[in-house]
């Protein structure tokens, strides 16, 4: 590892970034870096700028190019020490789009195509709390409180805990899962270097599964969370609970639900 990457690192970790921002900074600085195939304290506004030009013209998603030039920002602002060239690296503008929502039945039919057991009870989790993939991935045992009818989220997106509901329902299904499997560390042990499971693996079971029950709509453990939030609107649930539920940091960003509310 080289000096320069060792110190960014280091600035990162001493303002208390996640593991997962760290590594997707470094993995953004270095692509900047290897499409100029030079060290990127070597490069200045002009290269940041005609790179920036070139994930337009690659279509880049807006959360890469948005997490390129949060990652450029903090390199030249914080690890470089030029405050001043920060205000030279232009956010992209996010598209308003509604986000996927399955309609309750919808939500039946993908839980059916599921195989029962573990793989099912996975994706029961994830809509019944409205959890992000990543959350789910991370709940340990002791996380489930029995007594207070609660899931305790630890370090959720933004370094913050929460609590969500937990139904009678679904605790005993977890009950269920828990005398047959024994987990000890995770809740929903997997094969990643830290005993996780995989994400990726729990997208692909996703799509295939929404195919099985004929959803033609985009349909992924994150629509879950989103269906999840609509629904509860439509239950009569308020925004500002919902919001504690989802752990946003925006009301916008929940208040966002209710256009889709109004369109269904």
């Known amino acids: 590892m080289t000096p320069l990457r060792q110190r960014l690192i280091d600035d ?19 692509q900047f870096a ?15 700028r005609a790179y920036q030009l070139h994930l337009v013209d690659q279509k880049a998603s807006w959360s890469r190019f948005n997490q390129t030039v949060c990652a450029l920002r903090f390199f030249f602002g914080t690890t470089l020490g030029r405050p001043e060239q920060v205000p030279l690296i232009p956010f992209g503008k996010r598209p308003r789009t509604l986000p996927s929502v399955l309609a309750p039945e919808e939500v039946v039919r993908l839980f059916e195509a599921l195989p029962a057991g573990r793989l099912r009870l996975r994706f029961q ?25 609660v899931v305790v989220v630890r370090q959720g997106k933004g370094g913050k805990d929460r609590l969500v509901p937990l139904s009678a329902r679904l605790l005993g299904e977890l009950r269920s899962y828990w005398r047959e499997f024994r987990p000890t560390t995770w809740l929903f042990p997997g094969e990643c270097a830290d005993g996780t499971l995989c994400g ?17 709509k985009r349909c992924t453990p994150h629509t879950l969370r989103h269906s999840y939030a609509t629904h509860l609107l439509e239950a009569g649930v308020d925004v ?7 752990g946003h940091h925006d009301l916008r960003t929940t208040a966002h639900y209710y256009a889709h509310r109004i369109v269904m």
């Open 12 to 30: 990162m970790r001493l303002r208390n970034y996640s593991p997962r921002t760290i590594e997707a900074y470094v993995c953004r600085l270095a």
């Open 34 to 48: 290897q499409h100029f195939g030079r060290s990127p304290d070597q490069l200045g506004m002009e290269e940041v």
């Open 125 to 149: 989790v994830v809509y019944a709390c409205g959890l992000r993939l990543s959350e789910l991935l991370h709940l340990r045992p002791t996380d489930i409180d029995s007594r207070r009818m």
């Open 200 to 216: 990726v693996s729990m997208q692909r079971q996703c799509q295939r599964a929404a195919r099985r029950a004929g959803i033609t």
């Open 240 to 246: 500002i609970t919902l919001q504690a539920i989802l």
